[in-house]
């Protein structure tokens, strides 16, 4: 049973955005140059 009060969702949408790094990042052994950001 809905309430007046409730919300609904219409929509979502997922995007991934690839993002190059400027420098190198280093974790330990691995080292990092790029990522994939999902907003």
């Known amino acids: 049973m809905t309430k ?3 919300i609904e969702i219409l ?3 997922l ?4 993002v190059e ?3 190198p ?4 052994t691995e080292t ?3 990522v994939t950001c999902a907003r």
């Open 25 to 28: 990042l280093k974790f330990g």
């Open 15 to 18: 995007h991934f955005l690839p």
């Open 11 to 13: 929509g979502a949408e």
């Open 4 to 6: 007046s009060t409730d």
């Open 32 to 34: 990092l140059t790029s």
């Open 21 to 23: 790094t400027r420098v």
